[in-house]
């Protein structure tokens, strides 16, 4: 079955760094485009970045540009968002999913129904 395992978060203090790694199994990974999300306690999770399985192009929300990066190794079915100069609104929990584009939309739509545990970040002095 489709899995998701998120790890690498933490509490950090403003302006520190973390990197989030997503383990997948159960599907061809190196086929899909691959997502990174985070959540907050009354909201809807959204999108923060994604990366595409063909050229390896990177996509990321305005909030997050320039200071986030996500990055993927085929070789080991991982994904990988580092996170720099974080701020206190990036507190939230983070998942990964595997992506398919859809032409109305600007960042590919989750491609199955599993999410992992998610990884907690906190960023608080």
């Known amino acids: 079955q489709v899995q998701f395992v998120e790890s690498g978060g933490g509490l950090v203090q403003p302006g520190g760094s973390l990197k989030l790694s997503c383990v997948t199994s159960?599907?061809?990974?190196?086929?899909?485009?691959m997502n990174w999300y985070r959540q907050v306690p009354g909201k809807e999770r959204e999108i923060v970045a994604s990366i595409t399985s063909t050229d390896h192009s990177t996509k990321y929300v305005d909030s997050v540009k320039g200071r986030f990066t996500i990055s993927r190794d085929n070789a080991k079915n991982t994904v990988y968002l580092q996170m720099n100069s974080l701020k206190s609104e990036n507190t939230a929990v983070y998942y990964c999913s595997a992506g398919v584009p859809h032409p109305n939309m600007e960042y590919p739509l989750a491609a199955f129904p599993s999410w992992g545990q998610g990884t907690q970040v906190t960023v608080s002095s």
């Open positions: 159960g599907f061809t990974f190196k086929t899909y485009a």
